[in-house]
Every structure is written in structure tokens, then in C-alpha cells.
């Protein structure tokens, strides 16, 4: 099922099999698209889908709390993330590679990495930011690789944003609730 618009944003599930375990939830994939572009990996064993559930009730629990200090561009936020959080260093300057990170802390620690989840719905390397500006939610959406593929950014309405989490969420709970 799809939520949003897949040529701007929006989330699609899908479901192979349906489990009793309220933490696991059901068999499927999980895939965010922004701009066209889908982050995860679209097989019906892809992941067990209560990650991605709690993960998105965990984002619209933390509604507006998912921010970042700094104004830079969606390339300089992923030189960040892969430098301080994976070692890679293509295209960082000596601003960002003196962080002794503090960028990565602010990252982490605001949630503002969406994708991967903890599962194997991203082993396609998809990564996805999701950073709250007030009355609009900046998505960024990349391959890591280096350098990073794929690399997409939108702003959408805040209140359009969290519509469309909370629709995916509930018919998704719905769905299990029936089907278990």
C-alpha cells in the first residue's frame, strides 16, 4: 500500500505473511520514496515490519523534535554522516572533518536518521533524514556509497508530512489486527 505521492513523497508497504508477535507484525518490505527515488529494498521477505512501524510511530511521537543546528546542504549533511559515522571521507573540508563529532552527536541524538530502521528493509544501502523546520520537514534520501548515489532532498508541509505517516500507520496496524 502507498501513502503520498511516490514522484515527491511517500511511504509503501507491502505484506507476505502476517505474525501473532505484536513486536514483529508481519513479513514484507518497507520502501520511502523522495522525487521518484525508492529507498529499500522492495522483495516481500525484505524485513519484518514492525520495526518500520515503531519506527514511524516513534517519528510522529517526536514530531518537530527531529532538528539540526546547522544550515548547510543535504551533500554537506551526508559528507557529515559518512565521514563521522562510517569513515569515508570523499568530498569533506577541514570544517567538517574538525567536528571531533559533534555534527554526528547532534544527528543521532535528534533521530534524525530515519533510514536504515535496524532491519533489513535498507540493505539496498538507502539512508533517509528526516529534519523538522518549524512548519516544513526537509527529507533527504541517499544511497551510501562513495560517493553517495541517488541522492534526493524535498521540503513538504510538516502537517502534510505526519498525515501521511499516521494514514500508513494506522491501515497498517488495522491490516494486522485483522489478519494475524
Same mark, same amino acid.
Given at each position: 500500500?502507498?501513502? &503520498?505521492? *511516490?514522484? +515527491?513523497?511517500?511511504?509503501?508497504?507491502?505484506?507476505?505473511?502476517?505474525?501473532?508477535?505484536?513486536?514483529?507484525?508481519?513479513? &514484507?518490505?518497507?520502501?520511502?520514496?523522495?522525487?521518484?527515488?525508492?529507498?529499500?529494498?522492495?522483495?516481500?521477505?525484505?524485513?519484518?515490519?514492525?520495526?518500520?512501524?515503531?519506527?514511524?510511530?516513534?517519528?510522529?511521537?517526536?514530531?518537530?523534535?527531529?532538528?539540526?543546528?546547522?544550515?548547510?546542504?543535504?551533500?554537506?549533511?551526508?559528507?557529515?554522516?559518512?565521514?563521522?559515522?562510517?569513515?569515508?571521507?570523499?568530498?569533506?573540508?577541514?570544517?567538517?572533518? +574538525?567536528?571531533?563529532?559533534?555534527?554526528?552527536?547532534?544527528?543521532?541524538?535528534?533521530?534524525?536518521?530515519?533510514?536504515?530502521?535496524?532491519?533489513?528493509?535498507?540493505?539496498?544501502?538507502?539512508?533517509?533524514?528526516?529534519?523538522?523546520?518549524?512548519?516544513?520537514?526537509?527529507?533527504?534520501?541517499?544511497?551510501?556509497?562513495?560517493?553517495? *548515489?541517488?541522492?534526493?532532498?524535498?521540503?513538504?508541509?510538516?502537517?502534510?508530512?505526519?498525515?501521511?505517516?499516521?494514514?500508513?500507520?494506522?491501515?497498517?496496524?488495522?491490516?494486522?489486527?485483522?489478519?494475524?
Amino acid at each position: 500500500m502507498i501513502f &503520498g505521492n *511516490k514522484e +515527491h513523497f511517500a511511504v509503501e508497504s507491502g505484506v507476505s505473511k502476517f505474525l501473532k508477535s505484536k513486536n514483529q507484525m508481519a513479513v &514484507g518490505f518497507f520502501n520511502i520514496y523522495i522525487n521518484s527515488f525508492q529507498y529499500g529494498v522492495r522483495k516481500e521477505d525484505a524485513s519484518i515490519l514492525g520495526n518500520s512501524y515503531y519506527e514511524v510511530k516513534n517519528r510522529i511521537k517526536d514530531t518537530g523534535k527531529h532538528v539540526f543546528s546547522k544550515l548547510m546542504s543535504a551533500a554537506e549533511i551526508i559528507h557529515i554522516f559518512q565521514y563521522e559515522n562510517y569513515g569515508i571521507e570523499s568530498g569533506v573540508d577541514d570544517l567538517i572533518s +574538525h567536528q571531533d563529532g559533534k555534527l554526528l552527536d547532534e544527528i543521532l541524538n535528534n533521530k534524525i536518521v530515519w533510514a536504515p530502521d535496524g532491519d533489513a528493509a535498507f540493505d539496498d544501502g538507502g539512508h533517509v533524514f528526516q529534519i523538522d523546520e518549524g512548519k516544513t520537514v526537509r527529507i533527504i534520501g541517499f544511497i551510501n556509497d562513495i560517493p553517495a *548515489k541517488n541522492t534526493s532532498e524535498i521540503r513538504i508541509e510538516a502537517v502534510k508530512f505526519y498525515k501521511i505517516l499516521q494514514d500508513w500507520s494506522d491501515f497498517f496496524y488495522k491490516d494486522w489486527d485483522v489478519n494475524h
